[in-house]
């Protein structure tokens, strides 16, 4: 590791309420920016974010061989910057949190020599980028199921989450949780490690379900911000389901770990089919949220909504609400009897009323086989499309659901595809990219067209309480020097700011926005 000098460069102040081109609803947004500026490193991208408790925030950008960590103010302004290097010694960052007056970054690092996965906090005051360097934990290579490395978009349909380990801070970042797959060839069986936020162990422990691994799928896990409680999430392809004559062959089992207590409950889909479900918690409130078919696990007809009592463990509500009628004409411009398909769950919010609101996206890749001299190779195009947001009252019924148009293509997972979202003060916010005009496609609905990184404006796109569409152009491409990815924004710790990157060639510039 190496740290630099501190770096200033010119610096600009953009504040906007932004209003909406279909009403003259008020879509309070602030926007700061950094001025442009250049790196050593041509490309970088947004890895971490934590707010720093006096208006400012700690930025992580990764480069190939490792991370520029930033410190600027609550104007964006760069007060420090330090430069992470990635070697044999030292692995990447994988999340980062205040302790106290301190800046924590969490490390993993594969460490051939020994054989071992090694977790590691770097500590520094925040004032000062002086790091130390500690050991959290390590586990022996050859107990490991798989190469450990955290993935950015968790919850995909039908994706193992437990495929690569998992790791979460608490949104009050008191509690982080890592959980590692272990080998074991008659048992589902997870190591599972729980710290406060001053660092301290607080339990290790070992879960175990009488099952083989590829009957069992993670979910995800979630930490309760009380006490460290810990909640995972299985789908359970059991024997006893296998004869099952209507419905998923499956059920779904929920654990409540804390040390060496796990409390249990089991619940299944019955004739229906729930291709994946996830936590979500709320002060005393428990949920796990997903969307259902009549067909099959790879297509969605609606909502399915479980509530939990979480001390003693047992199911108090369920609900299965089809998508409503306005959903389908969002979407198709006419009344279909017709499930969706490759929809992926992106993120989800319980409001103060116990409503949950659940964001979603229409994602798939497909493969073009090509044919040449040599022989034949795969290209893959990665689409992401609508973008699917419901909201369900505190009982589990369906208010509205909306499909937003969206059209974006690319032959990479290119942070300038998807959105980022976040909910604040009764609106859901979508931040995309798209082209310059907005298209007008049948039944006067509008479709939001993808472009490139070279040319891609900046929008923000608003569901009201009462699902009402509001959207507008933050940026134009053409009066920016760099192009914005909405893609890969970053939330703080408190969700009340979200992080953005633009960059063109070397070029950078960092966008801060506030709610």
């Not at 108090?316 to 609400?321: D, F, G, I, P, V």
């Not at 006419?334 to 949950?356: D, G, M, P, V, Y």
Request: aromatic share 14%; with cysteine; net charge positive.
């Amino acid at each position: 590791m190496k740290k630099n000098g501190v770096q200033f460069f010119f610096f600009f102040l953009v504040t906007l309420a932004f209003y909406a081109q279909q009403s003259e609803t008020n879509i309070p947004i602030t926007v700061k920016m950094t001025g442009v500026f250049e790196d050593t490193y041509k490309k970088t991208a947004l890895a971490f974010s934590t707010k720093d408790n006096e208006g400012g925030v700690f930025i992580g950008r990764r480069y190939k061989k490792g991370y520029y960590i930033e410190h600027f103010d609550k104007n964006v302004q760069l007060v420090k910057k330090y430069e992470f290097e990635i070697d044999k010694r030292h692995g990447k960052i994988d999340n980062a949190f205040l302790s106290g007056d301190h800046l924590c970054l969490i490390e993993s690092l594969f460490n051939k020599k020994d054989k071992k996965i090694e977790y590691f906090i770097n500590k520094t005051p925040k004032d000062s980028f002086i790091f130390q360097r500690n050991l959290l934990f390590s586990i022996p290579l050859d107990a490991i199921k798989k190469t450990v490395s955290f993935f950015g978009m968790a919850g995909i349909n039908n994706m193992d989450a437990d495929a690569n380990g998992n790791f979460k801070i608490s949104k009050n970042q008191k509690y982080i949780v890592f959980t590692i797959d272990i080998k074991d060839k008659d048992f589902e069986t997870h190591r599972i490690f729980v710290f406060n936020n001053a660092l301290e162990k607080m339990y290790e422990t070992e879960f175990k379900r009488g099952i083989k691994d590829k009957n069992f799928k993670l979910e995800n896990i979630d930490i309760d911000e009380k006490d460290g409680t810990v909640y995972l999430l299985g789908k359970v392809y059991a024997k006893e389901h296998k004869k099952k004559k209507e419905g998923g062959k499956y059920q779904f089992e929920l654990y409540k770990i804390n040390g060496n207590t796990t409390k249990s409950l089991v619940f299944d889909s019955s004739e229906r089919y729930v291709g994946s479900l996830t936590t979500l918690m709320n002060k005393d409130k428990l949920f796990c949220i997903g969307f259902y078919s009549e067909k099959n696990d790879k297509r969605y007809k609606g909502v399915a909504y479980f509530e939990i009592d979480h001390e003693n463990m047992s199911l108090l509500n369920k609900m299965y609400s089809p998508f409503t009628k306005q959903f389908i004409l969002d979407k198709y411009g006419k009344e279909k009897e017709k499930e969706l398909k490759n929809i992926s769950f992106r993120s989800a919010h319980i409001t103060e009323n116990n409503e949950c609101i659940v964001n979603a996206e229409e994602y798939f890749v497909r493969a073009h086989q090509l044919q040449n001299q040599q022989g034949s190779s795969f290209n893959y195009t990665y689409h992401f499309r609508d973008i699917v947001s419901v909201k369900l009252d505190s009982n589990g019924a369906l208010i509205w659901a909306r499909n937003i148009n969206k059209k974006q293509a690319d032959n990479y997972n290119s942070p300038y595809l998807s959105y980022t979202s976040v909910y604040h003060d009764n609106k859901s916010y979508f931040f995309i990219n798209g082209s310059d005009k907005i298209k007008m496609i049948s039944n006067d609905r509008l479709q939001f067209k993808g472009t490139n990184s070279k040319k891609s404006d900046f929008y923000v796109i608003t569901l009201d309480s009462n699902g009402s569409f509001d959207y507008k152009k933050i940026l134009d491409d053409k009066d920016s020097e760099v192009s914005f990815a909405a893609g890969n924004g970053i939330l703080n710790n408190d969700q009340a700011d979200i992080i953005f990157q633009g960059q063109r060639g070397n070029k950078k510039q960092i966008m801060k926005v506030s709610f």
